[in-house]
């Protein structure tokens, strides 16, 4: 998935100059990689956001246009206000073919497990995994068939496509099958006491 980015530079240099940016719709973010100074610019909240919202389930590289120039990026770093949830900064990486990256690719898992029927539930640890690769062999996605899986199984990021690509914490689980809780409410004292006499 790629999206467009129609960007400007940025002469911010302090604490003010960033909020007044904000406040008018901007997100200050920085481009760097690929042999070129690291440069500040900024975004489009809205158009940004858009974009962000189709990137949920699959990797997203952006096309940022700054100063009539082009630049293949991906979005590497972010930072959200805690309690507002909006943008406050954006780092941007060009993606140069000679380089090894590490990035977060969304994990789409396929079918419904067979222990669902058993009463159980799949309770998804990872929706995305770091993956460490070449520029260009970065996967187009990563898809994992859960339809096998019962109450109690449990699969593992290594147990995730193999390629071109390493992964991190590869040892650390994605999801398992769990046991539905029970809803029946706890027996209270009194109760079990009053079980025990009618016994």
Known sequence: MIFTLNTEPRNTKKKSDLTQLRNSGLIPAVIYGGGM??????VNSNEFLKCYKQSFKELAFYEINLEGKKYHTVLKDKQIHPVRRNFLHLDFMVLDKDSTIELDIPVN??????????GGFM????????????????????????????????????????????????DEVALVVMHAKSTAAPET??????????A
């Open 37 to 42: 100074e690291a440069q500040k610019l900024s």
């Open 109 to 118: 898992y396929v079918g419904e497990a067979s222990g669902l029927k058993e």
């Open 123 to 170: 309770d998804i640890i990872q929706r995305t995994v770091k993956v460490v690769c070449k520029t260009t062999d970065i996967p187009d996605g990563l898809e994992l068939d859960v339809t096998d899986l019962k109450v109690g199984d449990t699969k593992h990021i290594k147990d995730l496509p193999q390629g071109s690509w390493s992964y991190k914490d590869a």
């Open 189 to 198: 004292p009194a109760e079990a006491s009053a079980e025990k006499e009618e």
